[in-house]
Protein backbone atom coordinates (compact mmCIF):
# COMPACT_ATOMS: atom_id res chain seq x y z
CA UNK A 1 0.00 0.00 0.00
CA UNK A 2 1.37 3.07 -1.15
CA UNK A 3 1.69 5.71 2.05
CA UNK A 4 0.54 9.69 1.58
CA UNK A 5 3.77 10.58 0.70
CA UNK A 6 4.40 8.09 -2.19
CA UNK A 7 1.40 9.10 -3.47
CA UNK A 8 2.84 13.08 -3.71
CA UNK A 9 -0.39 14.24 -2.17
CA UNK A 10 -1.77 14.26 -6.08
CA UNK A 11 -4.52 12.42 -5.02
CA UNK A 12 -5.90 14.07 -2.28
CA UNK A 13 -8.44 16.12 -3.24
CA UNK A 14 -10.67 17.73 -0.89
CA UNK A 15 -14.22 16.34 -2.11
CA UNK A 16 -14.75 13.04 -3.27
CA UNK A 17 -16.83 10.29 -2.89
CA UNK A 18 -14.94 7.75 -1.21
CA UNK A 19 -13.09 8.88 2.52
CA UNK A 20 -10.68 6.19 4.36
CA UNK A 21 -9.06 6.21 7.47
CA UNK A 22 -5.44 7.55 8.54
CA UNK A 23 -3.84 5.09 10.28
CA UNK A 24 0.08 5.48 10.31
CA UNK A 25 0.99 7.48 7.90
CA UNK A 26 -1.27 5.73 4.84
CA UNK A 27 -5.41 6.10 3.96
CA UNK A 28 -6.52 2.49 4.84
CA UNK A 29 -10.08 0.37 4.11
CA UNK A 30 -11.38 -0.98 7.52
CA UNK A 31 -9.87 -3.81 8.30
CA UNK A 32 -13.76 -5.71 7.93
CA UNK A 33 -14.57 -3.70 4.90
CA UNK A 34 -17.03 -1.87 6.54
CA UNK A 35 -18.30 1.10 4.86
CA UNK A 36 -21.24 3.85 5.96
CA UNK A 37 -22.95 6.76 4.10
CA UNK A 38 -22.81 10.33 5.23
CA UNK A 39 -26.03 11.89 4.61
CA UNK A 40 -25.98 16.20 3.67
CA UNK A 41 -28.36 17.44 5.99
CA UNK A 42 -29.47 19.92 4.06
CA UNK A 43 -30.63 17.96 1.70
CA UNK A 44 -30.81 14.47 3.01
CA UNK A 45 -29.09 13.27 0.08
CA UNK A 46 -25.83 10.99 0.09
CA UNK A 47 -22.66 13.51 0.74
CA UNK A 48 -19.94 10.80 0.37
CA UNK A 49 -19.04 6.98 1.83
CA UNK A 50 -16.16 6.48 4.74
CA UNK A 51 -14.66 3.20 5.42
CA UNK A 52 -16.22 2.43 8.86
CA UNK A 53 -13.40 1.76 11.87
CA UNK A 54 -13.62 -1.45 13.81
CA UNK A 55 -12.08 -2.19 17.16
CA UNK A 56 -9.11 -3.91 14.92
CA UNK A 57 -9.04 -0.65 13.28
CA UNK A 58 -9.02 0.93 16.31
CA UNK A 59 -6.02 -1.34 18.00
CA UNK A 60 -3.89 -0.70 14.72
CA UNK A 61 -4.32 3.00 15.17
CA UNK A 62 -3.50 2.72 19.17
CA UNK A 63 -0.04 0.41 17.56
CA UNK A 64 0.91 3.62 15.26
CA UNK A 65 0.56 6.12 17.98
CA UNK A 66 2.68 4.41 20.53
CA UNK A 67 5.35 3.32 18.18
CA UNK A 68 5.53 6.96 16.85
CA UNK A 69 5.69 8.24 20.53
CA UNK A 70 7.92 5.86 22.17
CA UNK A 71 10.31 4.96 19.04
CA UNK A 72 9.67 8.43 16.46
CA UNK A 73 11.20 11.12 16.40
CA UNK A 74 8.31 13.77 16.78
CA UNK A 75 8.58 13.82 20.52
CA UNK A 76 12.15 14.81 20.35
CA UNK A 77 11.97 17.35 17.32
CA UNK A 78 13.58 20.79 18.46
CA UNK A 79 10.15 22.98 19.54
CA UNK A 80 11.17 25.19 16.54
CA UNK A 81 10.83 22.27 14.51
CA UNK A 82 7.52 21.11 15.48
CA UNK A 83 6.33 24.87 15.22
CA UNK A 84 7.07 25.50 11.67
CA UNK A 85 5.43 21.98 11.32
CA UNK A 86 2.11 23.64 12.71
CA UNK A 87 2.74 26.48 10.53
CA UNK A 88 2.64 24.74 7.24
CA UNK A 89 -0.22 22.75 8.20
CA UNK A 90 -1.68 26.56 8.88
CA UNK A 91 -0.20 26.99 5.28
CA UNK A 92 -1.54 23.88 3.26
CA UNK A 93 -5.32 24.75 5.00
CA UNK A 94 -5.41 28.74 4.04
CA UNK A 95 -4.23 27.37 0.40
CA UNK A 96 -7.45 24.79 0.78
CA UNK A 97 -9.76 27.30 2.30
CA UNK A 98 -12.55 27.57 0.24
CA UNK A 99 -12.52 23.32 -0.38
CA UNK A 100 -12.49 22.55 3.42
CA UNK A 101 -15.67 25.14 3.81
CA UNK A 102 -17.42 23.38 1.02
CA UNK A 103 -16.82 19.91 2.82
CA UNK A 104 -17.79 21.54 6.00
CA UNK A 105 -21.11 22.60 4.67
CA UNK A 106 -21.56 19.54 2.55
CA UNK A 107 -21.12 17.64 5.89
CA UNK A 108 -23.06 19.41 8.46
CA UNK A 109 -25.15 21.88 6.31
CA UNK A 110 -24.36 24.95 8.13
CA UNK A 111 -24.67 27.96 6.65
CA UNK A 112 -21.80 29.94 4.46
CA UNK A 113 -20.72 32.22 6.84
CA UNK A 114 -20.50 29.74 9.96
CA UNK A 115 -18.51 27.36 8.13
CA UNK A 116 -16.14 30.02 7.28
CA UNK A 117 -15.56 31.88 10.06
CA UNK A 118 -14.98 28.04 11.80
CA UNK A 119 -12.50 26.98 9.14
CA UNK A 120 -10.48 30.13 9.74
CA UNK A 121 -10.15 29.50 13.21
CA UNK A 122 -9.16 26.35 12.53
CA UNK A 123 -6.59 27.39 10.62
CA UNK A 124 -5.41 30.40 13.47
CA UNK A 125 -5.32 27.30 15.91
CA UNK A 126 -2.57 25.68 14.22
CA UNK A 127 -0.76 29.20 14.00
CA UNK A 128 -1.49 30.07 17.52
CA UNK A 129 -0.06 26.92 19.30
CA UNK A 130 2.84 27.18 16.72
CA UNK A 131 4.12 30.18 18.58
CA UNK A 132 2.72 28.93 22.58
CA UNK A 133 4.69 26.18 22.43
CA UNK A 134 8.10 27.81 21.85
CA UNK A 135 7.49 29.85 24.81
CA UNK A 136 6.04 26.96 26.87
CA UNK A 137 9.34 25.03 28.48
CA UNK A 138 9.88 24.30 32.17
CA UNK A 139 11.93 26.62 34.17
CA UNK A 140 15.19 27.06 36.92
CA UNK A 141 14.01 27.64 40.00
CA UNK A 142 15.75 28.94 43.32
CA UNK A 143 16.17 26.83 46.76
CA UNK A 144 17.63 27.39 49.77
CA UNK A 145 21.11 26.19 50.16
CA UNK A 146 23.19 24.73 47.42
CA UNK A 147 20.52 23.03 45.90
CA UNK A 148 19.17 24.27 42.35
CA UNK A 149 15.26 22.98 40.97
CA UNK A 150 15.00 22.18 37.17
CA UNK A 151 11.51 21.70 35.25
CA UNK A 152 10.82 20.22 32.20
CA UNK A 153 7.79 20.04 29.75
CA UNK A 154 7.41 16.41 28.50
CA UNK A 155 4.89 15.45 26.53
CA UNK A 156 2.04 13.65 28.24
CA UNK A 157 2.03 10.59 25.44
CA UNK A 158 -0.47 8.86 23.40
CA UNK A 159 -4.36 10.86 23.05
CA UNK A 160 -7.31 9.34 21.93
CA UNK A 161 -9.11 12.95 20.60
CA UNK A 162 -13.32 12.42 20.44
CA UNK A 163 -14.82 15.31 17.88
CA UNK A 164 -18.53 16.05 17.93
CA UNK A 165 -20.47 16.46 15.29
CA UNK A 166 -21.56 20.14 15.67
CA UNK A 167 -18.18 21.62 14.77
CA UNK A 168 -16.33 18.93 13.04
CA UNK A 169 -12.92 20.89 11.54
CA UNK A 170 -12.21 23.33 14.49
CA UNK A 171 -12.51 20.91 17.23
CA UNK A 172 -10.40 18.96 15.69
CA UNK A 173 -8.25 21.30 15.26
CA UNK A 174 -8.86 22.93 18.87
CA UNK A 175 -7.71 19.07 19.72
CA UNK A 176 -4.58 18.33 17.21
CA UNK A 177 -3.54 21.40 17.61
CA UNK A 178 -2.13 21.77 21.28
CA UNK A 179 -1.27 17.84 21.10
CA UNK A 180 0.84 17.25 18.30
CA UNK A 181 2.37 20.91 19.56
CA UNK A 182 3.72 19.45 22.83
CA UNK A 183 4.60 16.31 20.86
CA UNK A 184 1.97 13.86 22.11
CA UNK A 185 0.48 11.75 19.38
CA UNK A 186 -3.27 11.32 18.58
CA UNK A 187 -6.07 9.09 17.50
CA UNK A 188 -8.49 11.26 16.65
CA UNK A 189 -12.26 9.60 16.62
CA UNK A 190 -14.90 12.35 14.47
CA UNK A 191 -18.17 12.17 15.31
CA UNK A 192 -19.85 9.32 13.06
CA UNK A 193 -22.36 11.69 10.90
CA UNK A 194 -19.44 14.36 10.02
CA UNK A 195 -16.07 13.04 9.63
CA UNK A 196 -15.07 14.37 6.27
CA UNK A 197 -13.17 17.52 7.29
CA UNK A 198 -11.30 15.57 10.30
CA UNK A 199 -10.02 12.56 7.37
CA UNK A 200 -8.67 15.73 5.39
CA UNK A 201 -6.89 17.52 8.56
CA UNK A 202 -5.20 14.24 9.35
CA UNK A 203 -4.15 13.99 5.56
CA UNK A 204 -2.79 17.55 5.41
CA UNK A 205 -1.03 17.19 8.47
CA UNK A 206 0.85 14.24 7.13
CA UNK A 207 1.50 16.76 3.56
CA UNK A 208 3.00 19.19 6.41
CA UNK A 209 5.49 16.72 7.36
CA UNK A 210 3.90 15.16 10.65
CA UNK A 211 5.33 11.91 10.58
CA UNK A 212 3.23 8.32 10.32
CA UNK A 213 1.53 7.52 13.10
CA UNK A 214 1.52 10.74 14.95
CA UNK A 215 -2.41 12.17 13.40
CA UNK A 216 -4.27 8.97 12.86
CA UNK A 217 -8.17 9.23 12.04
CA UNK A 218 -10.40 6.46 12.80
CA UNK A 219 -14.44 7.60 12.10
CA UNK A 220 -16.69 4.69 13.87
CA UNK A 221 -19.07 4.11 16.25
CA UNK A 222 -18.24 5.64 19.92
CA UNK A 223 -20.08 2.83 21.74
CA UNK A 224 -17.37 0.12 20.21
CA UNK A 225 -14.51 2.59 18.90
CA UNK A 226 -14.89 5.27 21.45
CA UNK A 227 -15.18 3.13 24.44
CA UNK A 228 -12.19 1.34 23.13
CA UNK A 229 -9.87 3.75 22.81
CA UNK A 230 -11.15 5.36 26.41
CA UNK A 231 -10.34 2.43 28.27
CA UNK A 232 -7.15 1.17 26.31
CA UNK A 233 -4.06 1.00 28.36
CA UNK A 234 -2.16 2.27 26.00
CA UNK A 235 -3.68 5.38 25.36
CA UNK A 236 -2.69 8.19 27.77
CA UNK A 237 -5.00 10.81 27.68
CA UNK A 238 -8.66 11.27 26.67
CA UNK A 239 -10.27 15.00 24.92
CA UNK A 240 -13.72 15.08 24.92
CA UNK A 241 -16.32 17.18 23.71
CA UNK A 242 -19.85 15.87 23.66
CA UNK A 243 -22.76 15.65 26.20
CA UNK A 244 -22.68 15.77 30.02
CA UNK A 245 -23.54 12.01 29.50
CA UNK A 246 -21.04 10.74 27.84
CA UNK A 247 -18.55 12.44 29.47
CA UNK A 248 -19.58 11.43 32.85
CA UNK A 249 -19.04 7.48 31.13
CA UNK A 250 -15.88 8.46 29.57
CA UNK A 251 -14.46 9.71 33.20
CA UNK A 252 -15.41 6.87 34.68
CA UNK A 253 -14.33 4.46 31.77
CA UNK A 254 -10.67 5.90 31.54
CA UNK A 255 -10.50 5.79 35.59
CA UNK A 256 -9.82 2.68 35.43
CA UNK A 257 -6.44 3.18 33.77
CA UNK A 258 -5.84 6.64 35.66
CA UNK A 259 -5.93 8.67 32.33
CA UNK A 260 -5.81 12.20 31.69
CA UNK A 261 -9.26 13.44 30.74
CA UNK A 262 -10.16 16.74 29.32
CA UNK A 263 -14.29 17.51 28.97
CA UNK A 264 -16.07 19.80 27.41
CA UNK A 265 -19.64 19.29 27.78
CA UNK A 266 -22.86 20.66 27.88
CA UNK A 267 -24.60 23.80 28.29
CA UNK A 268 -27.05 26.08 29.27
CA UNK A 269 -26.10 29.07 28.62
CA UNK A 270 -28.00 32.27 30.29
CA UNK A 271 -28.03 35.63 28.85
CA UNK A 272 -28.62 38.95 30.85
CA UNK A 273 -30.00 41.67 29.39
CA UNK A 274 -30.13 44.70 32.18
CA UNK A 275 -32.46 47.76 31.90
CA UNK A 276 -29.53 50.18 30.82
CA UNK A 277 -28.34 47.91 27.47
CA UNK A 278 -28.12 49.29 24.46
CA UNK A 279 -31.53 47.17 23.42
CA UNK A 280 -30.33 47.30 20.10
CA UNK A 281 -27.08 45.59 20.48
CA UNK A 282 -28.67 43.20 23.06
CA UNK A 283 -30.91 42.13 20.38
CA UNK A 284 -28.42 41.56 17.07
CA UNK A 285 -25.99 40.06 19.77
CA UNK A 286 -28.41 37.36 20.97
CA UNK A 287 -30.04 36.82 17.51
CA UNK A 288 -26.17 35.44 17.17
CA UNK A 289 -25.86 33.93 20.73
CA UNK A 290 -28.75 31.38 19.87
CA UNK A 291 -29.55 30.97 16.14
CA UNK A 292 -25.69 31.05 15.09
CA UNK A 293 -25.03 27.54 13.76
CA UNK A 294 -28.61 26.82 14.14
CA UNK A 295 -28.38 26.86 17.99
CA UNK A 296 -25.89 23.71 17.96
CA UNK A 297 -23.41 25.05 19.99
CA UNK A 298 -22.42 23.90 23.58
CA UNK A 299 -22.31 27.61 24.66
CA UNK A 300 -25.63 28.89 23.03
CA UNK A 301 -26.99 31.48 24.58
CA UNK A 302 -30.72 29.12 25.19
CA UNK A 303 -31.68 31.02 28.25
CA UNK A 304 -32.75 34.88 28.45
CA UNK A 305 -33.23 36.58 31.08
CA UNK A 306 -34.49 40.47 30.32
CA UNK A 307 -35.07 43.42 33.21
CA UNK A 308 -38.62 43.78 33.27
CA UNK A 309 -38.71 47.63 32.26
CA UNK A 310 -37.00 46.88 28.82
CA UNK A 311 -39.09 43.12 28.18
CA UNK A 312 -41.58 44.44 26.12
CA UNK A 313 -39.27 46.55 24.04
CA UNK A 314 -36.45 44.13 24.10
CA UNK A 315 -39.13 40.95 23.04
CA UNK A 316 -40.33 43.09 20.16
CA UNK A 317 -37.48 44.20 18.37
CA UNK A 318 -36.01 40.27 19.27
CA UNK A 319 -39.08 38.69 17.76
CA UNK A 320 -38.96 41.19 14.49
CA UNK A 321 -35.77 40.35 13.50
CA UNK A 322 -35.86 36.52 14.22
CA UNK A 323 -38.62 36.61 11.69
CA UNK A 324 -36.32 37.92 9.56
CA UNK A 325 -33.40 35.56 9.64
CA UNK A 326 -33.08 33.46 6.27
CA UNK A 327 -33.16 29.69 6.08
CA UNK A 328 -32.03 27.45 3.10
CA UNK A 329 -29.16 27.53 0.41
CA UNK A 330 -26.43 26.69 2.68
CA UNK A 331 -23.48 28.54 -0.24
CA UNK A 332 -25.65 31.16 0.21
CA UNK A 333 -23.98 34.68 1.91
CA UNK A 334 -27.46 35.52 2.73
CA UNK A 335 -28.53 32.68 4.48
CA UNK A 336 -28.27 32.91 8.48
CA UNK A 337 -29.55 29.72 9.68
CA UNK A 338 -28.16 26.50 8.09
CA UNK A 339 -30.12 22.82 8.56
CA UNK A 340 -30.03 20.66 11.60
CA UNK A 341 -27.53 17.47 11.69
CA UNK A 342 -30.13 14.78 11.38
CA UNK A 343 -33.59 13.67 11.85
CA UNK A 344 -33.11 12.69 15.28
CA UNK A 345 -31.69 15.48 16.56
CA UNK A 346 -34.65 17.58 14.84
CA UNK A 347 -36.88 15.33 16.66
CA UNK A 348 -35.32 15.85 20.02
CA UNK A 349 -35.67 19.98 19.31
CA UNK A 350 -38.82 19.47 18.99
CA UNK A 351 -39.61 17.15 21.29
CA UNK A 352 -38.85 20.11 24.10
CA UNK A 353 -40.61 22.85 22.13
CA UNK A 354 -43.51 20.75 22.29
CA UNK A 355 -43.18 19.80 26.05
CA UNK A 356 -42.80 23.50 27.06
CA UNK A 357 -46.22 24.43 25.36
CA UNK A 358 -47.75 21.44 27.16
CA UNK A 359 -46.38 22.87 30.32
CA UNK A 360 -47.92 26.35 29.51
CA UNK A 361 -45.33 28.25 27.43
CA UNK A 362 -46.27 30.00 24.70
CA UNK A 363 -44.47 29.87 20.78
CA UNK A 364 -43.75 33.82 20.27
CA UNK A 365 -42.33 32.71 16.51
CA UNK A 366 -40.91 29.33 14.95
CA UNK A 367 -41.62 26.17 17.00
CA UNK A 368 -41.79 23.78 13.96
CA UNK A 369 -39.68 22.11 11.26
CA UNK A 370 -39.06 24.45 8.39
CA UNK A 371 -40.17 23.29 4.89
CA UNK A 372 -37.97 25.51 2.45
CA UNK A 373 -38.75 25.22 -1.40
CA UNK A 374 -35.48 22.97 -2.89
CA UNK A 375 -34.19 21.34 0.35
CA UNK A 376 -37.80 18.94 1.21
CA UNK A 377 -35.89 16.08 2.34
CA UNK A 378 -33.30 17.51 4.18
CA UNK A 379 -33.43 18.54 8.35
CA UNK A 380 -34.64 22.17 9.36
CA UNK A 381 -36.37 23.73 12.28
CA UNK A 382 -37.57 26.89 12.48
CA UNK A 383 -35.53 29.89 15.04
CA UNK A 384 -37.94 29.45 17.61
CA UNK A 385 -38.67 31.87 20.88
CA UNK A 386 -40.93 30.98 23.56
CA UNK A 387 -42.22 32.82 26.59
CA UNK A 388 -44.02 32.05 29.70
CA UNK A 389 -41.52 29.51 30.83
CA UNK A 390 -39.95 28.88 34.23
CA UNK A 391 -37.16 26.67 35.56
CA UNK A 392 -38.98 23.64 36.24
CA UNK A 393 -39.53 23.11 32.38
CA UNK A 394 -37.60 20.86 30.54
CA UNK A 395 -36.93 23.44 27.87
CA UNK A 396 -35.41 25.71 30.24
CA UNK A 397 -33.60 23.27 32.64
CA UNK A 398 -31.77 21.12 29.52
CA UNK A 399 -29.80 21.36 26.51
CA UNK A 400 -32.23 21.30 23.81
CA UNK A 401 -28.76 21.92 20.99
CA UNK A 402 -31.32 24.14 18.51
CA UNK A 403 -32.58 27.03 17.36
CA UNK A 404 -34.52 27.74 20.61
CA UNK A 405 -34.53 30.80 22.80
CA UNK A 406 -36.62 30.88 25.85
CA UNK A 407 -37.15 34.21 27.84
CA UNK A 408 -38.03 35.53 31.26
CA UNK A 409 -38.30 38.61 33.24
CA UNK A 410 -35.99 39.48 36.14
CA UNK A 411 -36.63 42.49 38.41
CA UNK A 412 -33.41 42.96 39.77
CA UNK A 413 -29.64 41.80 39.63
CA UNK A 414 -29.34 39.88 42.65
CA UNK A 415 -32.54 37.78 40.73
CA UNK A 416 -30.55 37.99 37.10
CA UNK A 417 -27.50 36.19 38.87
CA UNK A 418 -29.84 33.51 41.06
CA UNK A 419 -31.58 32.64 37.81
CA UNK A 420 -28.43 32.57 35.57
CA UNK A 421 -26.84 29.94 37.85
CA UNK A 422 -29.46 28.01 38.79
CA UNK A 423 -28.54 25.18 36.18
CA UNK A 424 -26.02 22.34 36.58
CA UNK A 425 -24.17 23.62 33.24
CA UNK A 426 -22.06 26.63 33.51
CA UNK A 427 -20.16 26.65 30.57
CA UNK A 428 -21.49 30.32 28.38
CA UNK A 429 -22.69 33.16 29.70
CA UNK A 430 -23.47 36.73 28.43
CA UNK A 431 -24.62 40.02 29.49
CA UNK A 432 -25.60 43.56 28.28
CA UNK A 433 -24.86 46.61 30.18
CA UNK A 434 -23.56 50.44 30.09
CA UNK A 435 -22.18 50.61 33.62
CA UNK A 436 -18.39 48.91 33.55
CA UNK A 437 -19.04 48.22 37.33
CA UNK A 438 -22.03 46.28 37.26
CA UNK A 439 -20.93 44.37 34.40
CA UNK A 440 -17.57 42.96 36.90
CA UNK A 441 -19.87 43.12 39.67
CA UNK A 442 -21.94 40.46 38.22
CA UNK A 443 -19.30 38.47 35.92
CA UNK A 444 -17.66 37.43 39.46
CA UNK A 445 -20.38 36.03 40.71
CA UNK A 446 -21.74 33.91 37.40
CA UNK A 447 -21.10 30.36 37.31
CA UNK A 448 -19.40 29.91 34.11
CA UNK A 449 -15.77 29.28 32.49
CA UNK A 450 -16.71 31.94 29.81
CA UNK A 451 -18.30 35.05 30.69
CA UNK A 452 -19.37 37.77 27.32
CA UNK A 453 -19.40 41.27 28.24
CA UNK A 454 -21.58 43.42 25.44
CA UNK A 455 -20.42 40.77 23.17
CA UNK A 456 -21.45 37.67 21.23
CA UNK A 457 -18.25 36.22 20.34
CA UNK A 458 -16.81 33.10 22.72
CA UNK A 459 -14.28 31.99 21.26
CA UNK A 460 -10.55 33.04 19.57
CA UNK A 461 -7.77 31.16 19.54
CA UNK A 462 -5.35 32.17 23.02
CA UNK A 463 -8.71 32.53 25.02
CA UNK A 464 -9.66 29.81 27.32
CA UNK A 465 -12.94 28.01 26.38
CA UNK A 466 -14.70 25.59 29.03
CA UNK A 467 -16.58 25.46 31.39
CA UNK A 468 -17.89 25.04 35.58
CA UNK A 469 -20.29 22.17 37.06
CA UNK A 470 -21.41 19.71 34.65
CA UNK A 471 -20.02 21.93 31.69
CA UNK A 472 -16.83 19.80 32.08
CA UNK A 473 -13.24 20.51 33.42
CA UNK A 474 -10.12 21.40 31.93
CA UNK A 475 -9.64 24.70 28.93
CA UNK A 476 -9.25 24.43 25.65
CA UNK A 477 -7.86 27.15 23.00
CA UNK A 478 -5.39 28.38 25.27
CA UNK A 479 -1.91 28.30 26.28
CA UNK A 480 -3.18 26.54 29.26
CA UNK A 481 -3.96 23.72 27.02
CA UNK A 482 -0.53 22.81 26.41
CA UNK A 483 -0.47 21.92 30.20
CA UNK A 484 -3.22 19.28 29.52
CA UNK A 485 -0.78 17.82 27.20
CA UNK A 486 2.00 17.73 28.75
CA UNK A 487 3.86 15.76 32.57
CA UNK A 488 6.07 18.39 34.83
CA UNK A 489 9.48 16.99 35.35
CA UNK A 490 10.99 17.88 38.42
CA UNK A 491 14.59 17.47 38.94
CA UNK A 492 16.50 18.73 42.32
CA UNK A 493 20.32 18.91 41.84
CA UNK A 494 23.22 19.53 44.42
CA UNK A 495 25.68 21.08 43.37
CA UNK A 496 27.72 22.16 47.15
CA UNK A 497 31.63 21.54 47.37
CA UNK A 498 30.90 19.04 50.55
CA UNK A 499 29.10 15.86 50.34
CA UNK A 500 25.78 15.37 51.72
CA UNK A 501 25.74 13.31 54.76
CA UNK A 502 22.09 13.81 56.10
CA UNK A 503 22.32 11.04 59.04
CA UNK A 504 25.50 12.25 59.65
CA UNK A 505 27.34 8.99 60.38
Keep these: METLKEQKFAALDTKREFYQLIINGERKDSLNGGVYTVINPATGEKAAEVSK ?44 FNELVELEILNTGKSLA ?10 EDFEFYAGAIVGHRGAVNSMPGSFQNVTEKEPVGVCAQIIPWNYPLMMAAWKIA ?56 DVDKVA ?43 VDGSLFGIFYNSGQSCEARSRLYVHEHVYDEFIAKFIE ?10 FSKDTHVGAIINRDQLNVI ?48 EEIFGPVAVVMEFKDEKEAI ?27 QIEAGIVMINCPFSAFPGTPFGGYKQSGFGRELCIETLDLYTETKSMISYYGSRPLNPFAL
Excluded at 81 to 96: C, H, P, V, W, Y
Aim: aromatic share 6%; charged share 20%; proline share 4%.
Design 53 to 96: ASIEDAEEAVRAARNAFDHGNWRHFPVNKRSRTLNKIAGIMRSR
Design 114 to 123: AAQGQVMQAI
Design 178 to 233: PAIAAGCSVIVKPASPTPLTALVLGEICMEAGVPAGVVNVVPGAGSDVGNFLVEHR
Design 240 to 282: FTGSTAIGKDIMAKASQTLKRVTLELGGKSPNIIFEDADIDAA
Design 321 to 330: KTKRLKLGNP
Design 350 to 397: DGYVKSAVADGATVLTGGKEAKIDGYENGFWYEPTVIINVNHEMEAVK
Design 418 to 444: HLANDSQYGLGSALWTKDHARATRVSK
